[in-house]
């Protein structure tokens, strides 16, 4: 009989930690995050990380464990998840991956390339070449040495630029020519792939009491905290929704008022394109939704038993 494991996405603010935490009780499971800044310990109330009472509720993993300092990819998110998994399931109870990083999902059902560890060294030093002649300078360099990576991400994604160079750079091999050899680690596995479609209304609600309750939990001062290590700009953290805009705030270079609407903004258009990668990504997921969270509850145990 196959293994279980249930994967709970969906667009930021649809619900999905309360969602997984009523789950877990139900089968006997525990909660893997798959949110790629909720990894952060300097974040809890601007990645919107569970709340300590829900914590208590539920065997919770990989929240809150890393510092914005260091640099985390897919790759080993995916290496400890694989750990977490087997610890899990040792103990006769079943994974609940949840999330929004369509990235981190994506690993799972398709693998990751076996991509050889980039040296500190050679990274720093991409790093600072990228610093020193900006984005789209770096991305013409990108595509001179490695034209595969042509249209394969927006000439201002940073991240991907800077990762399919340092893997060019260091490999010789493109990134996507990595990618052809990739196969899923769990292909002998029963996954119970769940999308969390909340409509569009609701989850515009959503996020603007969300905003609100985080301004009021003090998330300006975990950005007061963050701005004072002095991070490397490509780091994953300085992406987080309300870091650049909570930073212009406490520089004099924007209201309070104006750093929360452009807070509800962003957030709204991140919701927008989860949407729109579940519809090219997920397509065979089910897409489930009910107001009432016990309906919910029912339709997808009906769906895992």
Request: charged share 30%; with cysteine; net charge positive.
């Amino acid at each position: 009989m196959q293994k279980k494991i249930i994967l709970i996405a969906g667009p930021t603010a649809s619900g999905k930690s309360e969602l997984a935490i009523k789950l877990s009780k139900k089968i006997n499971g525990e909660i893997i995050n798959a949110d790629s800044m909720q990894v952060y310990k300097q974040f809890s109330i601007l990645s919107s990380r569970p709340s300590k009472q829900q914590l208590k509720k539920a065997k919770h993993h990989l929240y809150g464990f890393l510092s914005v300092e260091k640099h985390f990819s897919t790759g080993h998110w995916l290496k400890l998840l694989i750990k977490k998994i087997n610890n899990i399931l040792k103990n006769k109870k079943i994974p609940i991956i949840v999330g929004g990083t369509g990235l981190y999902f994506n690993s799972i059902i398709n693998g990751i390339s076996k991509i050889p560890a980039i040296s500190k060294i050679k990274r720093k030093q991409i790093r600072a070449l990228h610093e020193k002649i900006g984005q789209k300078k770096f991305y013409e360099k990108l595509i001179l040495i490695d034209p595969l990576s042509k249209n394969k991400f927006k000439s201002n994604d940073t991240q991907r630029t800077l990762r399919a160079y340092e893997v060019k750079l260091t490999t010789n091999k493109s990134i996507y020519e990595w990618a052809l050899n990739t196969k899923s680690e769990f292909l002998d596995f029963d996954l119970k792939k769940f999308f969390l479609d909340t409509p569009r209304v609701t989850l515009l609600e959503n996020i603007e009491k969300r905003t609100k309750l985080m301004i009021k939990n003090k998330c300006v001062s975990e950005v007061q905290n963050f701005m004072k290590l002095k991070i490397e700009k490509s780091l994953s953290a300085n992406k987080i929704i309300g870091v650049g805009e909570l930073t212009d705030y406490l520089n004099n270079q924007k209201s309070l008022k104006s750093a929360v609407e452009l807070i509800n903004i962003r957030t709204r258009q991140y919701a927008k394109r989860q949407k729109t990668w579940s519809r090219s990504h997920m397509k065979n997921w089910n897409k489930v939704y009910s107001k009432d969270l016990s309906i919910l509850l029912k339709k997808i145990l009906k769906l895992i038993s």
